[in-house]
């Protein structure tokens, strides 16, 4: 299974997803947990070029560029490899995060994020994607009071994380399939049961007992 973790900053994605890998391993599952951009030596190189702050102006190509070519790196040396010995892999964002911010927040036409994705991804996709969906500020209001410093997305305004939320909710509602969109307002142990709910359908699923 490849499960991605998806949503605007401090909606609880990475939290969440160590809370699954750990049910996941209680019940015997190997599980691989990784993230995007990053989760290989030279993609997370290509992380701290994209996050960093800088005085030049990133142009949306150089960014969506990057982005995929992390991606392009990631799947070809650590989730494939890993899927292909039976592990599970969570991971926190995937190319959804790229139609989200590049397509919804920076404006890159969704056509050429497409072209990019079937050179990069082929026909591979997540077989399921989970939508920790908040209002803007509150998921911003996390991030402040974890107060560890605000990356280059981070020092956005509020109108693109609206528009990348916006981005989200609209992929999510044309494939109920692959996504689930969870309240992420909700406390903690409330996103965990609504968390625990979606794990026990994809085990029944699959056919884990
Ligand atoms: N990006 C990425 C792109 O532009 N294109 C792409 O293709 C890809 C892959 C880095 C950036 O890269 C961009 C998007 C991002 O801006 P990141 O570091 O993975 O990506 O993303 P962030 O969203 O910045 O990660 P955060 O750590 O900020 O957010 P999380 O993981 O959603 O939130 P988390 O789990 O750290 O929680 C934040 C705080 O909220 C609390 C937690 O305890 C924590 O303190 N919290 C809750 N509190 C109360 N109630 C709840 N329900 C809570 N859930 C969490």
Redesign the pocket.
């Known amino acids: 299974m490849f499960i991605t973790?998806e949503?605007?900053?401090?909606?609880?994605?990475?939290?969440?997803?160590?809370w699954m890998a750990t049910a996941l391993t209680d019940v015997g599952i190997p599980v691989l947990v990784t993230?995007?951009?990053?989760g290989t030596p030279m993609g997370e190189e290509i992380?701290d070029i994209?996050?960093v702050h800088r005085h030049e102006r990133v142009a949306p190509l150089t960014?969506?560029l990057l982005?995929?070519a992390?991606?392009a790196q990631h799947v070809d040396t650590v989730i494939r490899p890993a899927l292909a010995a039976d592990r599970w892999v969570l991971c926190?964002?995937?190319?959804?995060?790229?139609?989200?911010?590049?397509g919804g927040?920076?404006g890159v036409p969704e056509g050429l994020i497409r072209e990019l994705e079937s050179l990069v991804l082929g026909s591979f996709r997540p077989d399921h994607t989970i939508l920790?969906d908040?209002p803007v500020e509150i998921?911003l209001q996390?991030?402040k009071?974890?107060n560890n410093g605000h990356?280059?997305?981070?020092q956005?305004k509020m109108d693109f994380f609206e528009r990348?939320r916006m981005e989200y909710l609209r992929i999510a509602r044309l494939d109920p399939e692959r996504y689930e969109i969870i309240d992420?307002?909700?406390?903690?142990v409330?996103?965990q049961q609504s968390l625990s709910r979606i794990m026990t359908e994809i085990l029944e699923k699959h056919g884990v007992h």
């Open positions: 973790f949503g605007i900053e401090g909606v609880g994605k990475t939290t969440h997803l160590k993230r995007e951009p990053g992380r994209l996050l960014e969506l982005m995929f992390a991606r926190d964002r995937f190319v959804d995060a790229t139609y989200a911010y590049q927040g920076r920790f908040t998921g996390r991030v009071e974890r990356d280059r997305f981070e956005e990348v992420a307002t909700k406390p903690l409330e996103v």
